[in-house]
């Protein structure tokens, strides 16, 4: 896979302090990837994101976009590519929707009917309301959920090819932040977009990632997909991160579309079944009945079966 993006050996700390803030950060963001960063408070995540489109310069090290050095681009030009959602979205104030949404057209030096065009896209996109009121309104006169859409829509504007967001969706309730994750994962899928996303919940860094940096005092402890993290820890911090000591606890973050590989052709059993979009667990808690082979269902049509042998990496089952 294409690197869009690449960390080599960075080291970051602030001017006038002595701790680095980052340390020897390698690593690789894929083409298409949706990558989140996981990790407490003042654990470097923000920082990380900022050095991407050089809002801070690494202390040593390289950080590539595309394969050359950011240090070779036009910074404007960067980050036209870079998409930024900054954390506690960063709205202007004084601006309204429309202007807010469409701040990088005064570089690009478009025509008002090309930006009046584009932001009505996007607001479709961010599924927003277009009409002349909804553009004229300012950042105090909406909800939450729509000024995070709003800030979605502006990183959007120059269609970058890799969106950077710093916690988007922490201070939304669950509901619209999890219709929000819905939207955004639909984007990037229908725009083939390259996501670094950072979040410090769970939850939400292994459903939205395909893969997870877990990141500890400016370490990376683990880069890797969600299902190794929590099958494959690499390290003590990793694995009581995700608190999981039985094969049961540790299905709970997946469902049994995550299994997709381990699912093969044979006789259906619609008693022995479960849904493909149904939690793992339920496929384990068939097995603990001493069941050998599970049907997995996509509504009524049979996808293919799950074998107990090859569930055994899983833990001890
Ligand atoms: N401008 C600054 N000058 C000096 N130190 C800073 C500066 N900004 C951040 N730091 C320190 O760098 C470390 C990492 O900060 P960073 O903002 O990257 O953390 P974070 O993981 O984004 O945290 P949060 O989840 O709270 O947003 C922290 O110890 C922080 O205090
Ligand atoms: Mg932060």
Not at 36 to 64: E, R
């Amino acid at each position: 896979m294409d690197e869009i993006l690449e960390y080599r050996s960075v080291n970051f700390k602030y001017k006038n302090q002595k701790k680095m803030v980052l340390n020897d950060m390698n690593l690789g963001v894929g083409v298409g990837e949706f990558v989140t960063v996981l990790g407490d408070s003042g654990s470097g995540k923000t920082t990380l994101l900022k050095l991407a489109n050089k809002l801070l310069l690494p202390t040593d090290g390289t950080i590539c976009f595309k394969g050359k050095d950011i240090n070779s681009y036009d910074v404007f030009e960067l980050r036209k590519n870079m998409g930024y959602v900054i954390q506690e979205v960063g709205l202007f104030p004084h601006m309204n929707v429309k202007e807010n949404i469409s701040i990088l057209s005064k570089i690009n030096n478009m025509s008002k009917y090309k930006i009046e065009e584009r932001v009505n896209e996007l607001l479709s996109l961010a599924q927003l309301p277009n009409t002349n009121e909804f553009k004229r309104r300012h950042p105090w006169q909406l909800s939450g959920g729509q000024q995070q859409r709003v800030g979605l829509a502006r990183a959007l504007f120059g269609n970058p090819e890799i969106l950077l967001m710093d916690e988007p969706f922490g201070a939304l309730d669950v509901v619209t932040r999890e219709k929000l994750q819905r939207r955004l994962i639909e984007i990037q899928k229908m725009y083939n977009k390259t996501i670094l996303f950072v979040t410090h919940s769970l939850q939400e860094a292994i459903t939205l990632g395909d893969k997870v940096i877990i990141l500890h005092e400016g370490i990376i402890q683990q880069f890797d997909t969600p299902k190794n993290l929590v099958l494959n820890p690499r390290n003590e911090y990793v694995r009581t991160l995700f608190n999981a000591p039985t094969p049961v606890d540790k299905m709970k973050f997946f469902s049994v579309a995550d299994f997709s590989e381990l699912i093969y052709q044979g006789k259906p059993n619609p008693i022995v079944a479960v849904q493909r979009s149904e939690p793992m667990v339920k496929v384990l808690n068939w097995i603990l009945k001493g069941k050998k082979v599970i049907s997995v269902y996509d509504k009524e049509n049979f996808i293919g079966n799950m074998y107990v042998e090859d569930l055994r990496h899983i833990g001890e089952i």
